[in-house]
């Protein structure tokens, strides 16, 4: 039980275009997912917390309009991040709360990741 | 300002020795601090999770040690086998914010 997927787990693009990328909690419901970006040997940077029918909050120095995220449903959240740049190239990271299990446990489920490369 | 601070940033250990990795925080309001496990082209998996009311938790080979006094938390690997071998970070959250802060991780190489 317990597990996030992510689509794709690897995108190459050209710079200027938007690229999106689907969190997804199979096997239970999320009010809360969570998005990080990790560059290579490094920890992981929180970017945004995504909330399902409210706007995301962002973290200080994350660009709003650059890193959409949208979360319609308990189990999907997506990351569209716009005209992209080389420097955005990066593997994102989300993570989910299990909406049932939210007074009782802070353990969050990490997807797989997806690796973003922008030419 | 570093939250979190994890060290060392690599160890190398032998077959069936122990691993230590150390964290230490600073802002006292944190209340859950949980080790996840990072696999190369991987997304991390949570190993052991503890609270500040508990001073020791065990789970299998993984255990961890907290020192509220001290604002330290360390993960104990015994019996360290070259499946161990990954990138471990310890984080940090608190209340019902539940946003993580990591460290900046450990690299673990177990040799054979």
Redesign the interface.
Known sequence: GAV?S?HPSWVICKSGTSVKIECRSLDFQAT?M?WYRQFPK?????MA?SNEGSKATYEQGVEKDKFLINHASLTLSTLTVTSAHPEDSS?Y?C?A?DHLLAGRT????????T?LTVL | QQQVKQSPQSLIVQKGGISIINCAYENTAFD?F?W?QQFP??????LI?IRPDVSEKKEGRFTISFNKSAKQFSLHIMDSQPGDSATY?CAA?KGSN????????TLLTVNP
């Open positions: 996030v992510q809360t969570f490094q920890s992981l940077m929180l917390t593997f990271i993570s709360r802070d353990t969050q489920y990490f997807g797989p990741g690796r | 859950y949980p996840y082209g991987k997304g991390p998996a949570l999770a970070f959250s539940y946003k993580l802060t990591f460290g900046k991780g």
